[in-house]
C-alpha cells in the first residue's frame, strides 16, 4: 500500500550547523503533514504541521517545505543543538473523514560537537 | 497544551496474562483515540482507532480479540492486550484528538512480556 518514507535513515550534523531531513509521500490525497520529534523511551511530540494548500511554514528554528509536485516533505532546523538529538518522523493525514496518520520510517539526527 | 498521560509507563508481566494500558486527555476531551504499537527502530504502527461511546476500527493485521480497546468517556481510552506473548512485548503509544486533525500523543508504555 502505499506509504511515507524517508531518503536517510541517520543523520549526523555539528552542532550550529543547519539540518536538513527529508520525506518523501507517495499519498496524492494526503492534505496535511506533521513533523514529530521523539527521543528515546518517549512518545512524539509535535514540531511542525502544513497544509497541502502551502508550500513553506516556519516555526522557531524550524521551518517544513512542501513540494506537492514530486511529493516530498523536508524538515529544517537551524543552528541545531544538542538537545535537537532524536528521532524524528514525518506523518501524513489522507484526509478524507479520517484523522488516521501514517507515520514514515523515521531518520535519527545526531548531533555532535 | 494539550496533554496526553499514559499508566502505567513500564510493564513486566508472564506470559498468559493481561495487561491494560491507559491513556488519558488530561486538559481537553479527546473525541477520538489512536493506538500504536512501535518496535525497536521502527516506526509506529497505527493499530486502532477509537472514537467515545463506540467500537473502536481496528487496523489490518491487528487483533481485535487480542487488543481490546475500550473508550468509555471523552477522556479515558484502555487497551488490554489479553493472553500476552512475548511477542506483544513493545513499545504502545496513545494519541488524543479533540476531532481536529492534530493528535496529541502520551508518553508510551513499554510493555515486557516474559
Known amino acids: 500500500g502505499e506509504s511515507v518514507g524517508l531518503h536517510l535513515p541517520t543523520l549526523s550534523v555539528q552542532e550550529g550547523d543547519n539540518s536538513i531531513i527529508n520525506c518523501a509521500y507517495s499519498?496524492?490525497?494526503?492534505?496535511?503533514f506533521i513533523w514529530y520529534k521523539q527521543e528515546s523511551g518517549k512518545g512524539p511530540q509535535f514540531i511542525i504541521d502544513?497544509?497541502?494548500?502551502?508550500d513553506k511554514r516556519q516555526g522557531q528554528r524550524v521551518t517544513v517545505l512542501l513540494n506537492k509536485t514530486v511529493k516530498h516533505l523536508s524538515l529544517q532546523i537551524a543552528a541545531t543543538q544538542p538537545g535537537d538529538s532524536a528521532v524524528y518522523f514525518c506523518?501524513?493525514?489522507?484526509?478524507?473523514?479520517?484523522?488516521?496518520?501514517?507515520f514514515g520510517t523515521g531518520t535519527r539526527l545526531q548531533v555532535f560537537p | 497544551g494539550a496533554v496526553v498521560s499514559q499508566h502505567p509507563s513500564r510493564v513486566i508481566c508472564k506470559s498468559g496474562t493481561s495487561v491494560k494500558i491507559e491513556c488519558r486527555s488530561l486538559?481537553?476531551?479527546?473525541?477520538?483515540m489512536f493506538w500504536y504499537r512501535q518496535f525497536p527502530k521502527q516506526s509506529l504502527m497505527l493499530m486502532a482507532t477509537?472514537?467515545?461511546?463506540?467500537?473502536?476500527?481496528?487496523e489490518q493485521g491487528v487483533e481485535k480479540d487480542k487488543f481490546l480497546i475500550n473508550h468509555a468517556s471523552l477522556t479515558l481510552s484502555t487497551l488490554t492486550v489479553t493472553s500476552a506473548h512475548p511477542e506483544d512485548s513493545s513499545f504502545y503509544i496513545c494519541?488524543?484528538?479533540?476531532?481536529?486533525?492534530?493528535?496529541?500523543f502520551g508518553p508510551g508504555t513499554r510493555l515486557l512480556v516474559l
Open positions: 486538559d481537553f476531551q479527546a473525541t477520538t
Open positions: 499519498n496524492s490525497a494526503s492534505d496535511y
Open positions: 494519541s488524543a484528538s479533540e476531532g481536529q486533525e492534530t493528535q496529541y
Open positions: 506523518a501524513e493525514n489522507i484526509g478524507g473523514n479520517t484523522d488516521k496518520l501514517i
Open positions: 477509537s472514537n467515545e461511546g463506540s467500537k473502536a476500527t481496528y
Open positions: 502544513i497544509r497541502s494548500n502551502m
